[in-house]
Structure formats: structure tokens, C-alpha cells
């Protein structure tokens, strides 16, 4: 099984950077969805940015523009680099890796997550 940890969270004021990283404990070239996702203090988890197999790449509306995700799969690593940061980027990032290996057995990994807080 899979095991992710992020790292990258920290304190940065609006306007800011940060570039989260997600590193896996063995290859996530194969999945079936690969992603970050972000919950804020009192919401639902939402996707933020994510890799769908066969090339598709998704971006929340509210960070298109702002953020990219990428990986480097020689370090089983995937990151997000976010830009422009605004208050409500605010919360914490997960890492997600999933794999339908049969139609009955589906892999799937989370990471503990990493906190994003914004100054304004």
C-alpha cells in the first residue's frame, strides 16, 4: 500500500507563494486519480488539483491560474506549487492517490496533511 506525506504548509501572507510537496513511500506513476485537495475550517474537503489518467488535469475554478500541480516521478513526488495565495486558499492540504487495480479492489491513499494559513 501507498503511504503519502506532505509537507510545505506554513504561514505566508496574501499575495504569497508556497510550494507543497507529497512524497510517497514507492512509485505513483500508475493511478487511476492523483491530486491535492484542500478543507477549510467548518467545509467539505474539496479538489483543488488533480491528475486524471489518460492525461486529463483539473484545477478547482478558484485557483485556475494560480496554482499548478506537477509531479517527478523518479522522486515519487507530487507537488503544488501555489501562487497569488488568497485568504480563502486558506486550510489543509491532502494528497491523494487512487487505483482501481480490479473493479473489485480499489487502492486508495490519503496524507495526513499539511496546514496553509494566510496573513492578510
Known amino acids: 500500500q501507498v503511504q503519502l506525506v506532505e509537507s510545505g504548509g506554513g504561514l505566508v501572507q496574501a499575495g504569497g507563494s508556497l510550494r507543497l510537496a507529497c512524497a510517497a513511500s514507492r512509485s505513483i506513476s500508475r493511478f487511476d486519480t492523483l491530486g491535492w485537495y484542500r478543507q477549510a475550517p467548518g467545509k467539505q474537503r474539496e479538489l483543488v488539483a488533480g491528475?486524471?489518467?489518460?492525461?486529463?488535469?483539473n484545477y478547482a475554478d478558484s485557483v485556475k491560474g494560480r496554482f499548478t500541480i506537477s509531479t517527478d516521478n523518479a522522486k515519487n513526488t507530487l507537488y503544488l506549487q501555489m501562487n497569488s495565495l488568497k485568504p480563502e486558499d486558506a486550510g489543509v492540504y491532502y494528497c491523494?492517490?487512487?487505483?482501481?487495480?480490479?473493479?473489485?479492489?480499489?487502492?486508495?491513499?490519503w496524507g495526513p496533511g499539511t496546514l496553509v494559513t494566510l496573513s492578510s
Open positions: 491528475f486524471v489518467s489518460g492525461g486529463t488535469t
Open positions: 491523494n492517490w487512487r487505483l482501481a487495480v480490479t473493479v473489485e479492489r480499489v487502492l486508495e491513499a
